[in-house]
């Protein structure tokens, strides 16, 4: 039997990822300028004093929806690696990072772009962001220093062809000589 307290911890919970999905849900269709408190209190039906009891303010929500979107493409390029053969790897990962980014560019604004309190690079980093970056390294190999710094290369590189093609500063026509062009030059990176 369910006990009030447990039932009360299930709804809060229940509650808290209600807030982030719709969260990431209106950015995706109108942009992050359009998720206000406001807003975001009356798509789910709580008041701004509940929203304020999950999160301290807006940014805490933005940094939700990406640690949650950082999970989720963690779990994709996990799948991708897994499903290439080995010397695939690194293209893999990189088609499935470009991919995750073009199906999710609001949630992909959260993880990459916009302001967060989120701690990357350090004991604090959480275990998504983790699990992201273990990926893109594991494309490459066993994890060392030189694997993950092919891994920083890559991710920076990719990163900029997603910022670039999301702002249309870039054609979309020409992605996938970047990418071969990209994956040669960090596929057979000489030790």
Not at 11 to 40: D, F, M, N, Y
């Amino acid at each position: 039997m369910v006990t009030a307290t447990e039932r009360r911890e299930r709804q809060r919970a229940e509650r808290h990822q209600l807030i982030i999905t719709t969260a990431r849900e209106l950015a995706e269709s109108e942009g992050w300028e359009a998720v206000t408190t406001r807003k975001l209190a009356d798509k789910v039906e709580y008041s701004q004093p509940v929203l304020y009891g999950h999160f301290a303010n807006m940014e805490a929500i933005r940094d939700a929806v990406a640690v949650e979107g950082i999970g989720e493409m963690a779990e994709q390029l996990r799948a991708a690696r897994e499903a290439a053969p080995a010397s695939e790897g690194v293209r893999a990962v990189c088609t499935a990072y470009l991919a995750f980014a073009a199906a999710h560019p609001a949630a992909y604004q959260a993880m990459f772009t916009l302001p967060t309190k989120v701690k990357w690079a350090s004991d604090e980093t959480p275990a998504p962001l983790r699990a992201a970056f273990g990926e893109i390294v594991s494309a490459f190999g066993p994890f060392n220093d030189r694997n993950a710094a092919l891994a920083e290369l890559i991710w920076g590189s990719l990163h900029g062809m997603t910022v670039l093609l999301l702002s249309g500063r870039i054609p979309q026509e020409a992605q996938e000589q970047r990418l071969d062009l990209l994956v040669a030059l960090f596929a057979n990176a000489p030790a």
